[in-house]
């Protein structure tokens, strides 16, 4: 389907702390469209500057009692000039939203789930998890954040049966340290491969080592990328990522619409 | 009512409305065909083609900076050969008209690439990329020197009847000179301009943006520098120019037409927006019904200059 571009409303913006936010817009359009993992361009303005969209994963498909779709929301974590702005968003705002785009993540062929998420990159798994709960398949999450305080949703997922495996930097809640670190420990454990199917969201190192350790493991891998991106089309060639190719070659592959989901084992870490 | 016409010719190539999307911001035309019939489009110019496949430069490859943007791709594209084969066949049953940028790092491969477009159906016509600002090798030694650009062009006239539109850089102190040399040697129109040289820095960690260190800047921020560039063309040629350089709605279209350019071509506004080219027939449509003008290339170059506007707050 192709994208649709909706100016949309300000529902509510909830501070979930100084850096996150999460923004509910009226883009039910946008939202009866998108499948787990696909990402929507967002700006505040429709004057020049700042002038490019910014993308963010569909945090959220909200839907009335009735069914119908009637918002998204995005997790946003304050970091330059359009987050900044879009943490400090209020009801009634305008936003602009272009979407939905990019490959969703494929569901796991066979056996669990296990979602990887790093930060903010909590993003695209609210969805995922619906959908995979959905169609009864056993899914755990391993999330990491630096605190407990920055751990969010915790109840969402657990109201949906997903179960969870926390850490923080800081040891507050959870394994003290990475997310790896789990991760790991439940690799080592499986009986054999194409067990689960291990998708990751969250910054390039942990993604990195999760695309590693889910291959030494013997376990598919899906990981969303984040790239700086100009359009979201394919237009600008701005997002690349390194991709292995089927006759050995990397190749700059846009994670705009070669992505943002990229099967781990192709992907050429830096 | 009269019908309005929009159209516009440069040699064998005859557009029904002056809005192109340039190089390097439409992917190959095709990226786009789900939110933008293509045939409505006066012509889709290809993302810069050389013969053989490159990789491009290294992320991060773009930057945003007030109203306007940096870029340094590199000039990632598949080559001459796999563009015919994959993306030609899909364009023309589209019916965009085509125009395809190509690039050489030698005269020799801007002759061989011109030889093989004109040997191939559907190809409209030959944007030369002689001003690309982000790749050594490529093009822009023949874009900053007036010999140069005389010589790629003329060159690629002796092997080709494909209407042929030089790129130029506004990274000279005349532009208007170089449209002359194009000119001369036989271009069917000149296009203008390419992005202008640049760079960002982040202070906090003291390191270029861009992984290029330098890039492109593109967006409004540079439009009235173009609007200017044009405008000098236009005093200097009699062939159509095709203009460009941070438009981003239907008025800025008007304004480098009334410069001097007979087309225009949209980049960076695709990217904020690429449901914007019916908005911009929309506007033209509305702009020649409240001015009764029939004929919109009769607006081309029709600056008064006896005196300014006025003023408006």
């Known amino acids: 389907m192709p994208p649709v571009d909706v100016r949309a409303t300000v529902i509510s913006n909830v501070r979930l702390s100084r850096d996150y936010n999460v923004l509910t817009i009226a883009a039910p359009e946008v939202g009866a469209l998108t499948e787990p993992g696909q990402f929507v361009m967002l700006k505040t303005t429709d004057a020049s500057d700042p002038m490019l969209r910014r993308p963010f994963s569909v945090f959220e498909v909200l839907r009335d009692d009735l069914g119908t779709v009637r918002a998204i929301s995005i997790l946003n974590k304050r970091a330059g000039r359009t987050t900044g702005l879009i943490y400090g968003l209020e009801a009634g705002d305008p936003v602009w939203c272009l979407g939905p785009l990019g490959l969703p993540f494929n569901p796991p062929s066979s056996g669990e789930a296990w979602m990887v998420a790093g930060g903010v990159g909590l993003a695209p798994f609210a969805t995922l998890a619906e959908a995979l709960v959905a169609v009864q398949v056993p899914t755990t999450l391993f999330y990491g954040a630096r605190t407990a305080d920055e751990l969010y949703y915790l109840e969402f997922f657990d109201r949906l049966g997903v179960k969870l495996v926390l850490t923080t930097e800081d040891g507050g809640v959870g394994v003290k340290g990475r997310v790896t670190g789990p991760l790991e420990e439940s690799l080592k454990a499986l009986d054999g491969p194409n067990l689960v199917t291990v998708y990751a969201c969250g910054p390039e190192p942990m993604l990195a080592a999760v695309a590693r350790l889910a291959e030494r493991y013997g376990q598919p891998s899906e990981v969303s990328m984040e790239r700086t991106m100009g359009c979201g089309l394919g237009g600008c060639y701005s997002c690349v990522v390194p991709v292995k190719h089927a006759d050995g070659l990397t190749r700059y592959v846009r994670s705009c619409i070669g992505g943002p989901v990229f099967d781990g084992a192709t992907v050429v870490w830096e | 009512m009269t019908a309005l016409d929009m159209s516009v010719r440069i040699g064998s190539l005859v557009m029904p409305n002056p809005l192109m999307a340039a190089s390097g911001c439409f992917g190959y035309g095709l990226e786009y065909e789900d939110v933008v019939d293509l045939a409505t489009l006066g012509g889709v110019v290809s993302k810069g083609l050389f013969l053989a496949e490159r990789q491009g430069h290294k992320p991060e490859r773009i930057a945003e900076t007030p109203a306007g943007m940096l870029n340094a791709i590199g000039l990632q594209g598949i ?73 790629v062009v003329s060159a690629i006239r002796k092997v080709t009847s494909l209407p042929i539109i030089p790129k130029l850089t506004p990274n000279v102190t005349s532009p208007a000179s ?121 607006i081309v170059g029709a600056l008064d200059t006896t005196s300014p506007a006025k003023a408006h707050a």
């Open chain 2, 79 to 151: 080559g001459v050969h796999r563009f015919i084969s994959e993306k030609l066949p899909l364009l023309r049953a589209r019916k965009a008209r085509t125009i395809v940028n190509i690039c050489g790092t030698t005269l020799d491969e801007y002759v061989e690439m011109a030889r093989i477009l004109s040997d191939t159906e559907g190809v409209d016509a030959l944007e030369i990329n002689i001003s690309c600002p982000n790749i050594k090798e490529g093009g822009i030694q023949f874009g900053c020197s007036l010999d140069g650009t005389f010589g």
């Open chain 2, 178 to 298: 170089f449209a002359r040399a194009a000119e001369d040697a036989g271009a069917d129109a000149i296009s203008l301009v390419n992005t202008f040289l640049a760079m960002a820095i982040d202070v906090e960690q003291r390191k270029p943006k861009l992984s290029n260190v330098v890039g492109g800047l593109s967006g409004p921020a540079i439009r009235p520098i173009a609007v200017r560039m044009v405008w000098e063309c236009r005093q200097e040629v009699k062939i159509p120019i095709v203009g460009m350089g941070g438009i981003m709605d239907h008025r800025d279209v008007l304004e480098f037409m009334i410069a001097g350019a007979n087309a225009v071509q949209v980049g960076t506004a695709n990217f904020v927006d690429p449901f914007i080219w019916a908005k911009l027939l929309d506007g033209l449509t509305d702009y020649m019904q409240r001015h009764q003008i029939t004929r919109l290339a009769d």
